[in-house]
Structures are given as structure tokens and as C-alpha cells.
């Protein structure tokens, strides 16, 4: 029996230690001898002017060589995994190729210098290895991952590990990301998967959820409090419907934007009372249209936004900074849409308002995001699983934004729903629950 084969079967800790580690394994990856590929294509495939820097060109799936661990570092055998959209710019190779992330790492650690780049931010399985350093880890344990890669010895990551200036994104700015059957990740980067939850499902959370839990309940964020009005974009997302679940918990008042019928029916299911049709305003970015948004969100909830969930970026951030009421915060993490923002600055500094820079999650505010979907306080906002093979459809799907909710891949899960070991939890919440997404 192989290692790989251990691990599905369930095989008890003393035998996947006594197994052999392959040398090489089943991976979604990038080469670098095609990182001009793309030169001169448009990003969206939506322009039908030319061909378009489709992932499902990049993305290839085979086997890459297995490295050594680093005294710090545990070996998973990953049983599923998730598509983010880091995932689709390292596909596009863009702002950068990743590329240029290893060739940097490359000075202090070789191994990830590669010709190959094994993707993925997201996983869940069982530890099969532990490094000579790693102390709370062992064989047979299973483990969600958290995607933040730092320096543990760094006096900073006592204070906020995001911070760290060794900070990188697993399976971003590393290599041996958790799109694959076996992934490295540092000791500090595990937690205890979810009992009730399956594979698949467990996979989906740690990347969106605990930047959601940072940008709006961390003490880095906007600390929101009781009765905040929070206008989020993109609410049936990745990030967004996190966001919306950590705002109903904590008893603000979700305004969710979406851009479909078909979206706002499932943010009412969620429970958000609230909801936006962004198709509604043709323009959000001159005044004219941030005035009419803003006007949308009075009518709803009687008032403006104490807080804005900002990760579209370019095509929303002037309206973000408009609505936000005077005083309010813009909470912002990313910008699918372009990093390149325009806002009219008069309304951030006459008003009194803050933008907020945030960035992933620490390693206590990761735990705290999964002690929450470990009680089954927040819920995976799975939609779509594909297996490992066909992990570039699953990343096209994202970069066409034709998903809701997070996009699961199988890696040595040899179907869906397996992995749960808290029937009763499960029971609890309800199939309806946390199926909710699925399509």
C-alpha cells in the first residue's frame, strides 16, 4: 500500500509513519517556460477581441518532485483543496509571474526555486510528516491550513504576523501550495479541521473566512460593533459571504451588493435582509452613481454605512469612500477589478473617514475564525467541486465569475462527503444549512 492509499483508507498513525514518502506526486502547477504565454491578451475573455489569458491554458496537473521538509515544516497529504483568486492571477501571471516570488525565496531557501509552481492556498488533510522542530503535529492528525508562510523567530510575529518581513502566501508567493495530493506547510500555519464538516468543505473556509474575521472583526480591522451597517460587495463571494455571516453573528446590519437575481435570492436565504443589485446602477465610478447607491442604502436600512467590505477594488472603491458615512471605515484586502483606485479625496478628509489596509490573517485570528466554523457559527460557502484534474475548469470558473461562494477541487478524496466525523453537530445545523451554496 502506498502512502497516498494509507491515507484513504484511513490507515492508523504507526503505518503512514512506517510508509514511504514518494519522491514525486500528482500536483496543479505552472512552468516557467511559459510565463510569456499570455503577452498581449485581454484578462477577461468577456471582450471577444482576441484571444483571452485563459488559466486553463497554464494550469497543468502532473507530477513534480516531492522536497525535503525543513525541521519546521509538516507533510499533508491533502484530501481536498479550494480555488482563490490568487490562484487565477499566479495562472495569468500577473501584476508578476510567481515566478519571480521563487526566484527571490530561492536566495534563502533553494527549494522553491523550481521550474514548476505547485499552486493553492487552501487545503485539508491528514499530517503524514513532521519536521525534527514541530511539536504539536504528529501523523494522523487532521488539519485544515492557514496560508500565511512566516519566520516564526521574527520578533514581530509576536505582535501581528502580517507584519513579519518574511511574510508570504502559501502556494503563492511559495511553492508546494495545496492544489495537489501532498503539500509543505509550516507547523504554524495547521489547525484542527472542522469534525463536522467533509473534506471538501473543510477545505473551502480558512483563506476568505479569516480574512473576512481580520478586515471586520480582528483588532486590526474595523472593529465592528453592535448595529455597525455594513455595506459589503460582492456578498455572495468568497470573501463576501464570510463577511456577511461574521456581520449577522456579531449583530451589525449586512447591506449585501450582488449582480444577479439569481444572487440576491441566495444572500435572503443566508439571512441578509438586505440586498443591493449592483446592475441597477449603470455607472459607480463618477458621483452621479455613488449618490445613487448611496441613496439605495438609506432606503434599505434608514442610514449610511458605518463600514464598507472593500475587495473589488478599481471599479468600487470611489463609491466605497462616498457612501461610507462621516466618520465611516473602508476595510479593503485585495482588487480583483484593478489595483489602480480612483476616489475623490475630498470625501475621505472632509468627513472624517478612515481607510483600512488589510491583509490576510494572523495565526491567532485564523484560530479564531475556525473555533467559529468548528462550532458550526459560520458555514462553508461551497458551490461547485471539481477533481484535481480538472482544477483549471474550477479556476476559469472564478476568473469568469461565473461562481458563487468558494470552488472546491478533490485531491486524494476519492468523492465528495467523506471526512465527517460529527454526525450530530452536523445533524444540528442542518444539510440545508450547510449545503446552501452548492449548485
Not at 477581441?49 to 518532485?65: A, T
Not at 521563487?102 to 521550474?115: N, Q, W
Not at 452621479?288 to 448611496?294: A, E, I, Q, Y
Amino acid at each position: 500500500m502506498t502512502l497516498a492509499e494509507a491515507v484513504v483508507a484511513g490507515a492508523a498513525p504507526a503505518e503512514l509513519a512506517s510508509l514511504e514518502v514518494p519522491t514525486r506526486y500528482r500536483a496543479v502547477h505552472l512552468r516557467k517556460d511559459e510565463v510569456g504565454m499570455f503577452d498581449g491578451q485581454d484578462n477577461d475573455g468577456q471582450d471577444n477581441d482576441g484571444p483571452d489569458k485563459d488559466v486553463r491554458r497554464s494550469l497543468h496537473v502532473g507530477e513534480v518532485p516531492m522536497p525535503e521538509l525543513a525541521p519546521d515544516e509538516v507533510l499533508v497529504a491533502v484530501m481536498a483543496s479550494a480555488i482563490n483568486f490568487n490562484t487565477v492571477w499566479s495562472a495569468m501571471f500577473e501584476p508578476i509571474p510567481t515566478f519571480a516570488f521563487l526566484e527571490r525565496f530561492g536566495r534563502t531557501d533553494p527549494r522553491h526555486d523550481l521550474p514548476t509552481h505547485v499552486l493553492g492556498s487552501d487545503a485539508a488533510g491528514v499530517v503524514v510528516r513532521a519536521g525534527q522542530a514541530v511539536r504539536h503535529w504528529r501523523p494522523g492528525d487532521r488539519v485544515v491550513t492557514s496560508p500565511a508562510y512566516l519566520d516564526s523567530q521574527d520578533p514581530m510575529v509576536q505582535h501581528d504576523g502580517m507584519l513579519a518581513a518574511d511574510l508570504r502566501a502559501w502556494g503563492f508567493e511559495t511553492n508546494f501550495g495545496g492544489l495537489a495530493e501532498f503539500a509543505v506547510v509550516k507547523a504554524t500555519q495547521l489547525l484542527p479541521k472542522p469534525r463536522h464538516l467533509s473534506w471538501e468543505e473543510a477545505a473551502c473556509n480558512m483563506l476568505c473566512a479569516s480574512t473576512a474575521y481580520r478586515m471586520l472583526v480582528g483588532e486590526r480591522g474595523a472593529r465592528m460593533k453592535q448595529g455597525d451597517v455594513v455595506l459589503l460587495w460582492g456578498a455572495t463571494g468568497g470573501l463576501g459571504a464570510y463577511g456577511v455571516q461574521l456581520v449577522r453573528n456579531g449583530g451589525g446590519i449586512p447591506v449585501g451588493v450582488v449582480s444577479s437575481p439569481e444572487k440576491a435570492a441566495l444572500l435572503r436565504e443566508m439571512g441578509c435582509e438586505h440586498v443591493v443589485d449592483r446592475s441597477r446602477f449603470d455607472d459607480l465610478t463618477d458621483e452621479k452613481g455613488w449618490r445613487g447607491l448611496g441613496a439605495e442604502v438609506r432606503r434599505l436600512v434608514g442610514e449610511d454605512s458605518a463600514i464598507v467590505f472593500e475587495h473589488t477594488g478599481k471599479d468600487t472603491f470611489g463609491a466605497s469612500v462616498y457612501v461610507a458615512k462621516k466618520g465611516g471605515k473602508v476595510v479593503t484586502c485585495g482588487s480583483s477589478s484593478g489595483y489602480d483606485h480612483t476616489y475623490d479625496n475630498r470625501h475621505l478628509w472632509m468627513r472624517l473617514k478612515q481607510i483600512i489596509g488589510s491583509h490576510g490573517a494572523n495565526y491567532q485570528e485564523c484560530h479564531e475564525t475556525n473555533r467559529l466554523i468548528s462550532l458550526g457559527m459560520i458555514h462553508p460557502t461551497l458551490s461547485r467541486v471539481y477533481p484535481l484534474e480538472k482544477a483549471g475548469d474550477a479556476a476559469r470558473s472564478v476568473q469568469l465569475n461565473q461562481h458563487v461562494g468558494k470552488v472546491g477541487v478533490l485531491a486524494l478524496a476519492p468523492e465528495q462527503d467523506l471526512g465527517i466525523e460529527d454526525g450530530r453537530l452536523r445533524e444540528r445545523i442542518g444539510e440545508e444549512r450547510l449545503r446552501l451554496f452548492r449548485v
